[in-house]
């Protein structure tokens, strides 16, 4: 290896003493003056000032550059040292070629225009160090295609062209998958350009390369990330002309190359291509919609797509004798999950209810197994209906396979989706168990041993995306026959064929219709849209503050930067105080999303309003009193940062520093600030008047579906907050909820229960009063060491119980690991929520690991311990949380009481998805949306709902703070508004 490293050190020296006939070497019209901005140079430049090809030279990226070079050298010299005949010879042109291009410093730059650069000095570099800006050599029309063997093909620009015609008009398109283009700003890309994978993509420009090497050459394939990026250091692409004369290797077997100039090789170093005259029409990506049953996939049947993480969509499609309203989410790109609830409108819920059709409920998941390529499908395992009564329980295998426009699905099924038995069960070979598939028990556990069994059917179909993009035309073959339905409710069945549309209303609203079973008809809607990547401009925000790379001649005083920064960032200051040369800032309530914009505008502040003697920046963040982390950031450093894009090199050394502050600060002047600064003043500290009163009201919305009474009960009401400070660390809140509109007229089911009846008196509690406190207790947070906090807590906890508990938490600064303990004495509550209490008392607490998993947002939480029926058991919850703070999570507990104790449903189980409002809206808020669905409410495995977890609170010691949101289960504050919605009955 060091050879070979030696090897591509020398031919870079090499290729760089060729004088300037290099794509990369340019020509520096006018000298660059040491300080001199990108924006002046460009103004003194004629004809071409605002060429995309300009480059910006810096030195100190040369050796990265080189290092990233030397690697696809020894990739390359492998690869051809494991091959013979022509396909040795090909990679040894190719490696020739690779030695010929230099290492050049060269650092993409975005915009180049220099009247824009003038107003955004962010994005207008300075010469300096050595580093110069050049213009490209000659002016270049043409987009050159690498081939494998390092010829290349050059092909005139044309606007409007896709990627695929370039490739075409040099023969590279056949037996190709991806293409890279590197444009000649130095941006690089990937798209998919064969017939399983063809996308838009970015359009090249001119002086682009384009990298495409077949998938036969799996070793180029590999390579071809780190090859882009190099090409995209190298400047535009040569022009026909020039490239005829560069220096050209002569390979030797291997052995080191010394570049000669020569003519064009015959065959062409430097060959051309044509374009077509008709442009081709620019591909569509593939367009998964919805099916009936709210899946990626057809009508009745699912295919193995799905898609993008962080979709979340709601379906409603009729087909009668069945209605069905599913919530689908997908936690990540290869999973797909979500819940439904089936209207069987001609069979009634039970004699008691006879006017509330059928309601089934169920939980969906499906896995991709295999991701396509151009000769594999892409396999998708999928589970419909596991748990519940499961009526309509099946599983699949399901495989895809795109051409263009058209994708084609086939699988096979088992239960509800393989009911007409139109082939043998495979699986019978393996055992005759699965002949024969056993009926559901009712109980709502996963029946694993009717998985696989019984009859199977084939099913599949195709989906076609029409020339009119909104229209998606689809044609399926369903592998059910509709004579073994559930509650012995056969159907006739005309044809196993259905046939549909998809047609999108808008961006995330599709209309679906369809014919099935050869004679009922389909209508179906779905609305939905990837919430991960939510962020709305916040229009209704302050606007930050004007940046000026001085300090301010006239501070304005201490007071006034603690308002500016809680108006930026909607977090709380305690306190300022200067200390030498280090501006100490402390900062309550800063559990929100978005977290690093936050910051950024509160450093903003603080360098508009610091006096120049200030040299750093230290943010404290506290959380009730509880010293929980800091940060500090250079002044210096965060000013060069914003009046002047840096290159990697420096960009890399500009770092926030994190540390985790000690627990009990010593008393000096700086932590304890003995007078408040008066307004302009700014060599005092400024301590922040004690709020030893809030109150806020906002309006809560609760819902239950599902019921026997009605499938959707919904309460509205009014919410007021309330909390009395002691002091920082100790305080008693409170919160009283007035029902002003609700349809419980009707709500006369109480569910059955074998337990104590902890939650399914929930109809009582509901419906007792108008006028309720769900909440008021009295709360003492602490920290004992640097890494443990504590809790203890009194009053009415919850809705349904009071009581007293305390709580203990080890969570060490900076871990991915946490462990704590709760412990409650707590007894029922009247129905009517107000201050009587109820005979039934209990002790409850659990013992809880926690783990940030630092894999794709996974946060994994474990406890175990005594709920509040007096069972005993754990609780698994797995939540995945998206940049922006979208929470998707499920959670089961099994306890010691058996699936006939606990009742329907034989455990306890839901999901539950958390949107912050900072996502949705043009103002920054610390509200949450909380979703959370439960199949039932019952008794077995119910927890104390706590109002404070120290999880939650010292949120911020996590590695990942200010990547991720807060957790969904953050406590708020008197006057936040937390829109809950409860789907459970």
């Known amino acids: 290896m060091f050879a070979a490293l030696c090897l591509g050190t020398a031919g870079g020296a090499l290729a760089q003493n060729a004088a300037g006939t290099l794509p ?3 020509t520096e019209a006018t000298p660059t003056r040491p300080g001199e901005r990108l924006s002046q140079w460009l103004l003194q430049q004629s004809p071409r000032p605002a060429d995309p090809g300009v480059a910006w030279l810096v030195p100190q990226e040369k050796l990265p550059q080189q290092y990233l070079r030397n690697v696809l050298l020894i990739h390359f010299e492998r690869s051809a040292a494991q091959r013979s005949g022509e396909d040795r010879a090909i990679r040894q042109r190719l490696l020739g070629w690779l030695h010929t291009l230099p290492a050049t410093g060269r650092v993409a730059l975005g915009i180049v225009d220099p009247r824009w650069l003038e107003v955004n000095p962010g994005q207008d570099p300075v010469a300096g ?71 838009a993509g970015v359009e090249p420009a001119p002086g682009a390369w384009v990298w495409a090497p077949p998938r036969s050459m799996e070793d180029m394939v590999a390579a071809s990330e780190g090859l882009i990026k190099f090409l995209g250091t190298q400047g535009p692409a040569p022009s026909a002309a020039r490239a005829a004369f560069q220096p050209v290797p002569t390979p030797n077997d291997g052995a080191a190359t010394t570049p000669v100039p020569t003519p064009a090789l015959p065959g062409g170093f430097a060959a051309t291509g044509s374009l077509p005259a008709m442009p081709a029409a620019w591909p569509r990506p593939l367009d998964g919609s919805a099916n009936d049953w709210g899946e990626i996939g057809l009508l009745q049947t699912p295919t193995a797509r799905m898609s993008a993480a962080g979709e979340v969509r709601t379906s409603y499609s ?38 509330q059709s059928y309601k089934d409920k169920s939980i969906d998941v499906k896995f991709r197994l295999l991701r396509e390529s151009a000769r594999v499908p892409e396999l998708s395992l999928g589970f419909r209906d596991i748990g519940g009564t499961g009526l309509f329980s099946s599983e699949y295998f399901v495989a895809n396979k795109r051409f263009g426009d058209l994708d084609v699905s086939l ?117 939905g849209g990837n919430l991960s990547t939510a962020q709305v401009p916040k229009l209704l925000d302050p606007p930050p503050p004007n940046f000026v790379p001085g300090a301010p001649a006239n501070p304005p005083g201490w007071q006034e930067t603690a308002a500016q920064i809680e108006a930026q960032t909607g977090w709380r200051v305690l306190r300022i105080a200067p200390n030498g040369d280090v501006l100490h800032l402390w900062v309550t309530d800063a559990n929100t999303v978005y977290r690093d914009t936050r910051t950024e505008r509160a450093v903003a502040v603080l360098h508009r309003d610091a006096p120049a003697a200030i040299r750093s920046f230290v943010i404290h963040y506290e959380e009730r009193g509880l010293p929980l982390h800091a940060q500090a950031i250079a002044r210096d450093e965060w000013v060069r940062a914003r009046t002047e894009p840096l290159p990697p090199h420096l960009a890399r050394d500009v770092t926030r520093r994190d540390y985790a502050p000690e627990p009990q600060p010593q008393p000096d002047t700086l932590l304890t600030p003995v007078a408040e600064g008066k307004p302009g003043q700014t060599g005092a500290a400024w301590l922040r008047p004690t709020d030893t009163f809030t109150f806020g009201v906002s309006p809560y919305f609760n819902q239950i579906i599902g019921g026997p009474n009605s499938f959707a009960l919904v309460e509205l009401g009014a919410r007021a907050s309330a909390q009395y400070n002691f002091s920082q660390q100790t305080w008693l809140q409170g919160t009283v909820n007035l029902r002003l509109a609700d349809n419980y007229k009707g709500f006369t089911y109480d569910a059955p229960s074998g337990l104590p009846r902890v939650r399914t008196d929930q109809r009582l509690y509901l419906t007792t009063s108008r006028v309720t406190i769900p909440n ?86 474990v406890s175990a311990g005594q709920y509040l029926a007096g069972d005993r058991g754990a609780t698994l919850d797995i939540a995945k949380r998206f940049d922006n703070g979208l929470t998707l999570g499920a959670y089961a507990t099994k306890t010691n009481v058996s699936a006939a104790q606990f009742g329907e449903g034989s455990f306890d189980k839901g999901i539950y998805l958390s949107i912050p409002l900072d996502a949705l809206l043009p103002r920054s808020s610390r509200s949450l949306i909380g979703f959370n669905w439960s199949p039932l409410t019952r008794d077995g495995g119910a927890r104390l709902g706590r109002a404070v977890s120290l999880y939650d609170l010292t949120y911020i010691r996590d590695p990942d703070a200010f990547r991720f ?5 953050q406590a708020p504050r008197a006057g936040d508004n937390i829109l809950d919605f409860d789907a459970k009955y």
């Open 776 to 861: 008021l207790q009295l709360t003492h947070v602490g920290q004992l060491t640097k890494d443990q906090f504590y809790s203890v807590y009194g009053g009415y906890l919850e809705p349904m119980f009071a009581g007293v508990g305390a709580e203990w938490l080890y969570r060490p600064w900076g871990s991915r690991w946490a462990f704590g303990i709760d412990v409650n004495r707590v007894r029922q509550r009247e129905f009517d929520q107000h201050l009587g209490l109820r005979d039934y008392r209990v002790n409850t607490g659990h013992a809880s690991l926690y783990w940030n998993t630092g894999w794709n947002g996974v946060l994994v939480r």
């Open 129 to 199: 160090d050595r580093a110069r800006f050049v213009l490209p050599q000659d002016a270049t029309g043409d987009v050159v295609v690498v081939q494998p063997d390092g010829t290349l093909c050059h092909v005139r620009h044309a606007s409007g062209r896709w990627v695929g015609d370039y490739l075409r008009a040099c023969g590279r398109l056949d037996g190709t998958d991806w293409a890279w283009i590197a444009q000649a700003d130095g941006r690089t890309a990937r798209m998919g350009v064969a017939a399983w994978n063809r996308e």
């Open 24 to 26: 990369a070497a340019g």
């Open 411 to 527: 699988g096979i099924g088992w239960g509800y989706l393989g009911a007409s038995g139109n082939i043998s069960n495979p699986l019978r070979l393996i055992s005759n168990r699965f002949a024969t598939r056993p009926g559901s028990d009712n109980t709502g556990e996963a029946n694993l041993n009717a998985y696989f069994r019984g009859p199977a059917a084939l099913f599949g179909g195709v989906q076609w995306q029409t020339p009119w993009y909104p229209l998606t035309l689809k044609l399926e073959y369903d592998g059910n026959n509709y004579q073994n339905e559930p509650l012995a409710n056969p159907l006739p069945r005309r044809s196993p064929l259905n046939v549909g549309l998809a047609y999108k209303l808008a961006q995330n609203v599709t209309l679906s219709a369809g014919f099935e079973r050869g004679e009922r008809f389909m209508i179906g809607l779905t609305v």
């Open 318 to 355: 009729s087909v009668w004798p069945y209605s069905r309203l599913n919530v689908m989410f997908q936690p990540f790109d290869w999973m797909e999950a979500g819940f439904r609830y089936t209207s069987v409108s001609n069979r009634e819920y039970g004699p008691q209810f006879p006017n």
């Open 965 to 969: 949101g807060p957790p969904p289960s």
